[in-house]
């Protein structure tokens, strides 16, 4: 049998952790306004995962969340205020990479650019396998 793969991760303080099982989802960076809205910065970078696949772990639980469109709510640490993903109305949680204790992992790594034509002309993001 194979063994499932697993992440975990939180916020700044602590005080919302998540466990997050299975290989993710569409791992991919994004430069729409609203991903550089939430981040402040000029792209995101993104794993998803079904929303039975996550588990809020720390001792604030789910994180609070911000209504941010028609489909989905922005996620974030009402404590410490870092930002931690989206929670869409269909049954899928997308988390910020920054937020993975191991970023690094492969599974996490980035597959493509939305919003490619969004970002500054200046800004330059490149998807490389190692």
Same mark, same amino acid.
């Given at each position: 049998?194979?063994?499932?793969?697993?992440?975990?991760?939180?916020?700044?303080?602590?005080?919302?952790?998540?466990?997050?099982?299975?290989?993710?989802?569409?791992?991919?960076?994004?430069?729409?306004?609203?991903?550089?809205?939430?981040?402040?910065?000029?792209?995101? $970078?993104?794993?998803?995962?079904?929303? *039975?696949?996550? #588990?809020?772990?720390?001792?604030?639980?789910?994180?609070?969340? =911000? !209504? %941010?469109?028609?489909?989905?709510?922005?996620?974030?640490?009402?404590?410490?205020?870092?930002?931690?993903?989206?929670?869409?109305?269909?049954?899928?949680? $997308?988390?910020?990479?920054?937020?993975? *204790?191991?970023? #690094?992992?492969?599974?996490?790594?980035?597959?493509?650019?939305? =919003? !490619? %034509?969004?970002?500054?002309?200046?800004?330059?993001?490149?998807?490389?396998?190692?």
């Amino acid at each position: 049998m194979a063994r499932s793969t697993y992440h975990t991760g939180g916020c700044l303080c602590g005080h919302i952790r998540f466990e997050a099982t299975g290989p993710a989802l569409n791992p991919h960076t994004c430069s729409c306004q609203m991903c550089r809205k939430h981040t402040g910065a000029l792209t995101a $970078a993104w794993a998803e995962f079904s929303s *039975d696949a996550i #588990a809020w772990t720390g001792p604030g639980g789910q994180p609070a969340t =911000f !209504r %941010s469109s028609e489909n989905s709510s922005r996620a974030f640490c009402g404590r410490c205020g870092s930002t931690i993903g989206a929670i869409d109305d269909a049954p899928t949680i $997308a988390l910020l990479l920054g937020t993975f *204790d191991k970023p #690094a992992k492969k599974d996490l790594m980035p597959t493509a650019h939305s =919003f !490619r %034509s969004s970002r500054p002309k200046w800004w330059h993001v490149d998807i490389k396998a190692d």
